[in-house]
Each structure stands twice: as structure tokens, then as C-alpha cells.
């Protein structure tokens, strides 16, 4: 009999323990359901010609691309801070008379391609956050380290991003492992750790401080940078002013340069004009600053002749306008160049957009840049027509 007790007892706890685990299996399933139902799709559709003459020493055609970019994904609702995101992107073209798809004709830099985009696991909760897997990564400005989000191809990182947001601060590190670049085939592995720190404040402005540790694992190449960048803007009567002030250092195994970025302006009855000067330094004319993680389309003009800083470094001084009528953006910019190490004439660029959004989910563009040889190097003249819908 009590064997038959003993029996009896375990089966009752067995059973008790089956349906606490079916239960929470229920209940997992029924979370994991409910977190598909409630998730967001990612749909980001773009339509882009571009055209390139360059007048450059190899003589190629002049090209032009007619791609559409498709990034379709799927992020989960929250649980518990929780939340996962998968993204593929793909390149097509319609027209292909460009290089790298034909190299008889001047290069744009949008391949065809099939990628995974992003695939990654998200926790935010409390003000901290934290991403793993391949995602996008924009710090600041995105002068040292963005998405290129230019091109039809962006660039993303396999990486551990972490956040903390108290207050006025934001601290952020990130841990990279890979680079996945624009083009195919460019994908990088490297061991680089990412420190970011901005203070909000102050009255006049916000004040960040970082620390860029950048490995290259194929070579073992190291490059290091540490900067401050200081922004702000002041109401003076019926007029704003802007103003932004950065210097970094870079030292790599041989080399050592620094980095200095100024801009000014004034912001009256929605028109913005500001003059600026931004100097990727020299060792003395044998290495220049370097911003290898960079959204670089965005600086130094969008002909993109300065994507690579030479070794005598660049000196960028730059008036700009921007404003809006009947709802398109407008702007316009001039760029001076010059060698920061001697006296190299490095050309100078005009850089005009227009762009609008409509009807909630679209968006459509176009601009234009001309680029004039100073010293050295080839005119070049880009223009670009773009239709985005983003759902």
C-alpha cells in the first residue's frame, strides 16, 4: 500500500509538472504569436537615375543607372523590451551602363546585389539598450561612423551595440566584427570598438567626446581617433544662430594627423546660410586623415573626389543655403579646395538639391554636382532623379 501511496503521489506531481510546463509552452507559443501579429513590416522602395561624366585620364563613356533599390523586412512587436528585426535588400538595373557592371563606363557605386541587410535581436528597457547581429550604425553627424545611406547599397556592421541614456547623457559603445560595405564582395573583417559620449545640458549647446579604435584583422592595421564636437544654436531676436566646432586626433602604426571642423551661420524666416571649413590634416604630406567607417558622400562635396584623403590632406571651405518653398527643399553649396600640407589647388564643386515628401509614404528628389579640377585630377559632372516609398 504504500508503494501504491508512493506511486500514486508521483504521478499526481508528474502530472502537476507536465501541465505547468505545457502551460508556459502555451503561453510562450501564444507571446510568440501575439509578437508576429503586432510587428511592423519594413517596406523601402527606391527608384534612382544617375548620371557620371568624368572627364578622368581613362577615357571611359560617360555612364548612367537606372537601379531600384527593394528593402523588405519584418520587425517583432515588443516583449518585454525585446524585439527582433530581419531585413534583405536588393540592387536592380534597368539601365547597367556603369561600372562595375560594364568597365567601359564611368563607375557608379551601386552595384546589383542580394544582401541581408540586418538581422538582429533588440533589448530596451529603463533607458538602456542594446542591438547584437548585423545592423545599422550612425554616431553623430555621421562623419566617423554611418550607413552610407546614400547608395543604393547601404553599409551595416556586424556588431554589439550598447546605449545608456540618463538624463543629459547618452553613452554609447559598440563592438564591431565586420564591415559590410556598399559594393559586393566588400565586406571587412575587423575587430573595432566604438566609444560615444554627449552631454545635452548645456544652455548653448551639446558637447560629445568620442574614442574610435579601428583593427583590421586581414592586415592588422590599427587606426585610432579621439575627438570632441561641440553644436549648438542661439535665438538673437527674430534670428537663430548656428554654430558647430570639432577637432580630432588620428595616429595609425606610422602615421599621425589631426582633424579640425568649424561652421557658422544664421537661420531668418526659414533660411538657413552658413560658411564652414572642415581640414583632414597631413603628416607632413605623407598620410591624410582617414574616416574609413564614414557616410563620406555627405562631406567634402557630391562628386565624391575626396572619399579617400590624400596624403597632402584637404582643406574644404564652404558657403551654403537652404530653406523650402511650396514644401521643396532647397539647397544650394559652393566648396574651395585645397591642400592642407603646401600649396596644392585642389579644385572647387557647386552641389545643388531639391527634394519633397508626399502623400505620407513618398518622397522625390533631384541633384545635381559639379566638380572643377584644380592642380590635378578631372572635371565631373553627376546628376541624380530619385522616386522612395517607405511603408
Known sequence: MMQTKKTLSATALSLAISQVVFSQS??????????????DAIIDLRLRYESVDDDDAADKDSATALTLRSRLGYETADFNGFKVLYEIEDVRAAIDDYAPENTDYDTVADPENTEINRAQISYSKDGFSLVAGRQRIILDN???????GWRQNEQTFDAIKAAYKTGDLNLQYAYIDQVNGILRKFDADVTSH???????GLKAGNLTGYAYLLKDDDSDAKLDTYGARFTGKTAVNDLSLIYSAE?????????????????GGVVLSGITLALGNETLG???????????LATKHAF????????????????DTYIK?????AGVKLLAMYHEYSADEGNDDK?????????????????????YAAYSAGDNGSDSDKAWLWLEAKF
Request: hydrophobic share 40%; charged share 20%; net charge negative.
Open 347 to 367: 579644385g572647387s564643386e557647386v552641389n545643388f538639391l531639391a527634394a519633397r515628401s508626399f502623400a505620407e509614404h513618398y518622397s522625390a528628389g533631384l541633384k
Open 282 to 292: 597631413s603628416d607632413d604630406g605623407a598620410y591624410g586623415f582617414q574616416t574609413p
Open 247 to 263: 577637432f580630432a586626433t588620428q595616429s595609425s602604426d606610422d602615421f599621425d594627423a589631426s582633424y579640425y571642423a568649424l561652421e
Open 321 to 325: 543655403a537652404t530653406g523650402a518653398v
Open 26 to 39: 502555451v503561453l510562450a507559443e501564444d507571446t510568440a504569436v501575439d509578437m508576429l501579429k503586432k510587428g
Open 194 to 200: 566604438l566609444l560615444n559620449a554627449t552631454y545635452s
Open 142 to 148: 555621421a562623419r566617423f561612423v554611418g550607413n552610407v
Open 300 to 315: 567634402n562635396g557630391w562628386a565624391d573626389k575626396f572619399l579617400v584623403t590624400p596624403a597632402d590632406g584637404l582643406s
